[in-house]
């Protein structure tokens, strides 16, 4: 049987409560905020058409709590926000990486610090997507460049959501969130569709955090016939608090080590003509799309450039990072920040390449001719070196 599509012409923001809803999504818990606003707004108009639940909540710490509950009680829930929304969210962030309650937390980036230039692009919230809140922790951080992406990676997002037992950050940016593109809304089977493991075993028997070799416990609904405890203290394998070290090393362990470990199953990049690149631009989100544009402009002038595009943000690419580090004569990180990824890049360059950042914080992206003009710039460089 064939599958239903349906192509449309809409925003990022949009796509993606498409792309929820066809993961499964029921539940929406969010304050309107700039430039995210457009997922609320669908959100309340499509969730109740498909027999799911929209609240306006008073303000951003409401909102990433009322997910949580609704995860908890078994609804595949979500919420959106941007830079200071998502600022206070970070506390009870905490609180769902150690209950280990699945959830989707979109952020669409715009220029700050604080209330900032609002309606404007930035991508200054990467390191805070990984390190935002407090305490060794592992996280999942995807990051689109296309409306397509929208929709399709916000199916990802679930599916580490619920594979994982785990919060799963979509950090968007103004540039993606608010740009129309076509997009294919397609019928997705039950087969590309992660829903949480469940509990077989007798009621008294189970322990929501006794988690098994691949790292992930089932998770019993509130309501239901199991007894589950969930708070943000360290707890032992029932749910109860525990303060013995032994018990506190293995759990904090756990928090990073079930998606480190699993790296290869969550990791997604985009290679474009790496084969014989001699320049190397990595690049996430927005920006990737200048950088996919400069490339094919100096493409046409014989010059050897390729893109690495981070999907995943974290776990970092790092696999990915040093294979283009290894292989190019230099590599450009194109970034709506001043320099938040270069230092991961950085970090793993034991090899001397030379690495360069193009940066923009004046509110305005990244565009295609200030990335070449850093290529010539790294080329005269070299030539300068090298003769």
Same mark, same amino acid.
């Given at each position: 049987m064939t599958k239903k599509q349906d192509i449309r012409f809409i925003q990022g923001n949009v796509a993606m409560v498409e792309g929820a809803i066809a993961a499964g999504a029921r539940f929406y818990a969010g304050y309107p905020i700039t430039p995210s606003s457009e997922v609320a707004e669908a959100s309340s108009i499509r969730l109740p058409q498909e027999g799911g639940l929209y609240v306006q909540m008073e303000d951003e710490i409401a909102s990433i709590a009322a997910i949580i509950g609704a995860s908890a009680s078994g609804k595949k829930s979500y919420t959106a926000t941007s830079g200071p929304g998502f600022s206070l969210m970070q506390e009870n962030l905490g609180v769902a990486i150690m209950a280990e309650v699945p959830c989707v937390i979109i952020n669409v980036q715009r220029s700050g610090p604080s209330t900032g230039l609002? +309606?404007?692009?930035?991508?200054? $919230?990467?390191?805070?997507?990984?390190?935002?809140?407090?305490?060794?922790?592992?996280?999942?951080?995807?990051?689109?460049? +296309?409306?397509?992406?929208?929709? $399709?990676l916000m199916i990802d997002a679930f599916n580490y959501a619920e594979k994982y037992r785990t919060p799963v950050i979509f950090l968007a940016d103004e540039i993606v969130g608010h740009i129309r593109e076509k997009v294919v809304i397609r019928e997705v089977g039950e087969n590309e569709i992660i829903n949480r493991a469940q509990p077989d075993c007798e009621p008294e028997e189970y322990k929501p955090f006794n988690h098994t070799e691949d790292g992930v416990a089932p998770l019993a609904p509130y309501g239901g016939k199991y007894v589950v405890r969930l708070s943000g203290s360290t707890h032992d394998e029932r749910g109860f608090p525990c303060s013995r070290p032994d018990n506190a090393d293995k759990f904090i362990r756990h928090y990073t080590d079930k998606i480190e470990k699993n790296y290869k199953d969550i990791v997604k990049v985009r290679k474009y003509n790496l084969e014989d690149a001699d320049i190397t631009l990595v690049a996430f989100g927005g920006s990737t799309r200048s950088a996919l544009e400069a490339m094919n402009m100096a493409r046409k002038e014989g010059k050897k450039i390729g893109v690495l595009q981070l999907i995943t943000l974290w776990p970092f690419p790092e696999d990915e990072v040093r294979d283009v580090l290894v292989n190019s004569n230099a590599v450009i990180v194109p970034e709506m920040n001043l320099g938040q990824m270069i230092r991961e890049v950085?970090?793993?360059?034991?090899?001397?390449?030379?690495?360069?950042?193009?940066?923009?914080?004046?509110?305005?992206?990244?565009?295609?001719?200030?990335?070449l003009d850093k290529i010539a710039e790294v080329e005269n460089e070299s030539s300068r070196i090298f003769g």
């Open positions: 609002a +309606t404007k692009p930035a991508q200054g $919230d990467f390191l805070q997507s990984r390190w935002g809140t407090h305490g060794d922790h592992g996280i999942i951080v995807l990051s689109p460049s +296309t409306v397509q992406d929208c929709f $399709d950085n970090r793993l360059n034991d090899f001397n390449t030379p690495v360069q950042g193009v940066n923009r914080i004046d509110s305005m992206p990244i565009t295609p001719k200030e990335i």
